[in-house]
């Protein structure tokens, strides 16, 4: 349950935080709406999802400023 101590402490957080990215960031996660579908995958779909999720603790993953380039890059061709 949330209280008005829990949101107040809120408040006084994000008051306190100067670095726009940040607000930015927070006002976008303010907005999304949640969905809380549940998604059931299958073994092989569980499989890609921990290879995903390896190779993302490895270091093999794009930013997604890397991803966006590209994606410009192959747009042009």
């Known amino acids: 349950?949330?209280?008005?101590?829990?949101?107040?402490?809120?408040?006084?957080?994000?008051?306190s935080i100067d670095d726009k990215h940040i607000i930015d960031?927070?006002?976008r996660l303010l907005e999304v709406?949640?969905?809380?579908?549940?998604?059931l995958t299958n073994e092989k779909q569980k499989a890609e999802i921990a290879e995903a999720r390896n190779q993302i603790e490895n270091g093999e993953g794009n930013d997604s400023e890397e991803v966006f380039k590209?994606?410009?890059?192959w747009l042009k061709k």
């Open 25 to 27: 960031e927070i006002y």
């Open 1 to 15: 349950m949330v209280t008005d101590e829990h949101k107040n402490r809120l408040i006084e957080k994000i008051k």
């Open 33 to 39: 709406e949640f969905d809380d579908t549940v998604y």
């Open 70 to 73: 590209k994606a410009r890059k």
